[in-house]
């Protein structure tokens, strides 16, 4: 799924964007997008777990949604229920400290998270909040 240049993440304001890194300027970047409470539950599953890092995550201001950075075309397989990911048809990474998006702000921001998170790694981790979800909502 794709969405206009001004909703995605990956592609910052004109002015005073700092990059990561050249490499990630090359790499170019996707972006899942998931509901605020399975996204924070992902979160918390990928801080907890041994060696299982992630990158930059934005949330909207709403507290609707949560955003993960991922590689660069990700989006081409990607296939979890609930979620989607948008292409940035080879825009480069370029992430800033100010979010890229009006209406958004990090949850975890460039510099203090991994470049992106690991989908196959991400995967597994919405695949567990989803069920713990479940189970809590279960449980009422």
């Known amino acids: 799924m794709e969405t206009s240049q001004s909703n995605d993440p990956c592609t910052p304001p004109v002015a ?3 990059s990561l890194t ?3 300027d090359d790499a170019g970047c996707d ?15 990928l801080r907890r777990g041994a060696g299982d890092a992630v990158g930059p995550v934005l949330h909207d201001d709403g507290g609707d949604t949560l955003g993960f950075v991922v590689p660069a075309g990700t989006a ?3 296939d979890v229920p609930g979620s989607t990911c948008t292409e940035t048809d080879g825009r480069g990474l370029r992430l800033s400290p100010e979010p890229p998006v009006e209406g958004s702000d990090w949850l975890l921001p ?12 991400l995967r597994r981790a919405l695949g567990e909040a989803a069920r713990l979800i479940e189970a ?4 009422r």
């Open 16 to 18: 005073s964007v700092t």
């Open 22 to 24: 050249s490499a990630a």
């Open 31 to 45: 972006l899942v997008t998931v509901p605020a409470r399975q996204g924070l539950e992902a979160v918390d599953i």
């Open 76 to 78: 081409a397989g990607w």
């Open 110 to 121: 460039p510099g203090e998270a991994d470049l992106a998170t690991d989908p196959a790694v």
């Open 136 to 139: 809590a909502d279960s449980c």
